[in-house]
């Protein structure tokens, strides 16, 4: 059975700070948000962990893998660094969706995300060390179909842009309404799904919704193991497999998920 650990990461009063005494430059913002996201990005990645920006104040980790003792450590490391603090909360489920909610719930009871004396909150429950070898999460890795001859080497940036984005926003509520899956886009024309255990037939639904929506084609690799890193992995070589074969579904065997990792 699937079970998906998940870290809400957010900013301690991070908007006051934004504007305290004044209005910072908005390029110094930037630099930050994006060296505090890379931060997340190789800790949680060094312990095979999935990490998404988000909105950058409020960011999304996948932390199969991670305990209380590795998220006490993140806060510390980048309270050691950083002008801002962070906040942690933990949930897991089966769904994707109920883990952020239990994730978030933690955070919002601690108080406001503009609370100048909530800080450094952790909270939440980890699996426990059986749990975690036992169960798998499931990790669907979404790819335009031929991104660069139709948008990239054709359109301005921008233009390409809005087409990526409507094939993005329209597969990422279909799948949070329909599944409780949780879909986030990562650079490109790449779109990552975490989700519970979804048939072929329901992938293609999804990726059938956004055709007709967005008019956006879509192909999927769906790899499933005990850490994000493998089953992120897994569904990337699953993609390839569409690729070589012309097929919009792939899922990865087992045995694909061990033998390159
Ligand atoms: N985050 C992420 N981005 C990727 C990955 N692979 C490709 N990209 C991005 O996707 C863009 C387009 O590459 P592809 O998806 O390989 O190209 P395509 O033209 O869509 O061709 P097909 O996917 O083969 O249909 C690249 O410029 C990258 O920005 C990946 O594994 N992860």
Redesign the pocket.
Known sequence: MTNTQLTLVQIDNYGPWTVTPDPRREMDLQTLQSRLFADLAQFVGSRDGYAFFTRFDNMVAVTNGLDRDDHELLQESIGNRYPVTLSLGIGADRSPAVALERATDRIQRAGSAQDGDRREVLSGETLADADRSDTDLQIAHF???????KYTDRLNEFDTFIHIEQGYASLMRHLREEHGALSFF?????IISVTPDLTEDQYRAAIDHVEAEADVELKVGVGTASNAHEAGFAA?HALEDC?HRGTIVEFADAAVETADD
């Open positions: 790819d335009v179909n031929d991104a660069t001859g990562v650079g490109g024309d790449n990337k690729r």
